[in-house]
Nanobody, 125 residues
Framework: QVQLVESGGGLVQAGGSLRLACAAS????????MGWFRQAPGKEREFVAL???????YSAASVKGRFTISRDNSKNTVYLQMSSLKPEDTAVYYC???????????????????WGRGTQVTVSS
């Protein structure tokens, strides 16, 4: 069982930056691929970024070059550094741990076994 708690959300002006953190419980955190997703009102949950246990990363095209995912296994924490924020980045941001049994590359939300409750990010224009 893994419990995830996000923090760091808030209100920021367009062009600003925020760093989200996701603290995880459990001894096996380092073995999980960790992802960030977001969901805006009236929209489906959207993949943002993924980091594997070997620190390889993958980001959605909409955030590439602006958002950076990282992890600190010593702190059981995954981060999402967001810069050059736009109003369309406004959403609830969730972190998730991917099912270790998943083989191959996928960002489908259904393959993520554990989810946090989310943190609100609001970008004003």
């Amino acid at each position: 069982q893994v419990q995830l708690v996000e923090s760091g959300g808030g209100l920021v002006q367009a062009g600003g930056s925020l760093r989200l953190a996701c603290a995880a419980s459990g001894r096996t955190f380092s073995s999980y691929a960790m992802g960030w997703f977001r969901q805006a009102p009236g929209k489906e949950r959207e993949f943002v970024a993924l980091i594997w246990s070997d620190d390889r990363t993958y980001s959605a095209a909409s955030v590439k070059g602006r958002f950076t995912i990282s992890r600190d296994n010593s702190k059981n924490t995954v981060y999402l550094q967001m810069s050059s924020l736009k109003p369309e980045d406004t959403a609830v941001y969730y972190c998730a741990a991917q099912d270790p049994g998943i083989v191959g590359f996928t960002t489908a939300p259904s393959t993520f076994k554990y989810w946090g409750r989310g943190t609100q990010v609001t970008v004003s224009s």
